[in-house]
């Protein structure tokens, strides 16, 4: 813990005790965090969140009664500010993107929670987005499908540096509502649904990710470097390029 502050406040979801108390061992080392609940399935995770007002969530997938994907929907409609990462041991990308639509701000596999979990805790308590190597090589493959175009990078890049769209357009001497539509198709290159014709902007960016609902900054998965075609996801380099598996 730095300068006296509180300890980052956490609250463990899953269905499994071995992995909970796997993790309250691993949190327990750390000075600067504390766990302060626990949860088997996404109901209670809903009620422990309504009680703990927890800094981070940590949320499995797949439990009974109501699974990860729907208490993450659950607790962010009803705390919009809600940082959760999500902890499973599903790789795939199409997987990765639903969590990162339903408003997760991590996804980490389970084999890497000894070696990844305190980091990306303080991570996305930090306001950053985090995603483990495996499941950035899988963001990585998928958007490999469609091509970026060199405008689409550069704000892709501006993004991964922590800009809002505002401070993008004014970088690039372009429109607050050309960047948005950059991000729009983005999105859609990294497996995200296209933006419906007609809608208005507000509707538009809550449907699709593309604008924070606070601060209007881009929600899309966080590459460490962008160089020209180059993409390179926690040290996984792939080509922006057509191709198709």
């Known amino acids: 813990m730095s300068d006296g502050s509180a300890p ?112 990306t805790i303080r991570a996305v308590h930090a306001g950053k987005k985090a995603l483990s190597p495996e499941a950035s090589y899988e963001i990585a493959e998928h958007a490999t499908d469609d091509a970026l175009t060199p405008a689409e990078i550069n704000v892709l890049r501006l993004i991964a540096a922590g800009n809002a769209n505002k401070q993008i357009a004014d970088q690039l001497k372009i429109t607050e509502e050309t960047v948005k539509g950059r991000v729009k198709n983005i999105l859609s290159k990294l497996g995200g649904q296209r933006p419906n014709a ?19 900054t881009a929600q899309v998965p966080n590459p460490e470097t962008l160089k020209g075609d180059d993409l390179t996801l926690f040290g996984v380099p792939m080509r922006l390029q057509n191709s198709r598996r």
């Open 8 to 119: 980052i406040r956490i609250l463990a979801v899953d269905d499994h005790v071995l992995v909970r108390q796997g993790i309250a061992v691993l949190i327990s080392s750390e000075p600067d965090l504390t766990l302060v609940a626990e949860a088997s399935n996404g109901r209670e995770a809903i009620q422990q969140f309504r009680a703990h007002r927890p800094d981070i969530t940590l949320m499995d997938l797949q439990m009974p009664e109501m699974n990860g994907f729907d208490a993450i929907i659950a607790i962010r409609a009803e705390f919009p500010d809600a940082k959760i990462i999500v902890l499973t041991t599903y790789k795939g990308d199409v997987q990765i993107l639903r969590a990162l639509k339903a408003g997760a701000k991590g996804y980490l596999l389970k084999n890497a929670i000894h070696k990844e979990l305190t980091e």
């Open 198 to 216: 007609g809608s208005n902007d507000r509707a538009e960016a809550r449907n699709h990710r593309a604008v924070d609902s606070t601060q209007e």
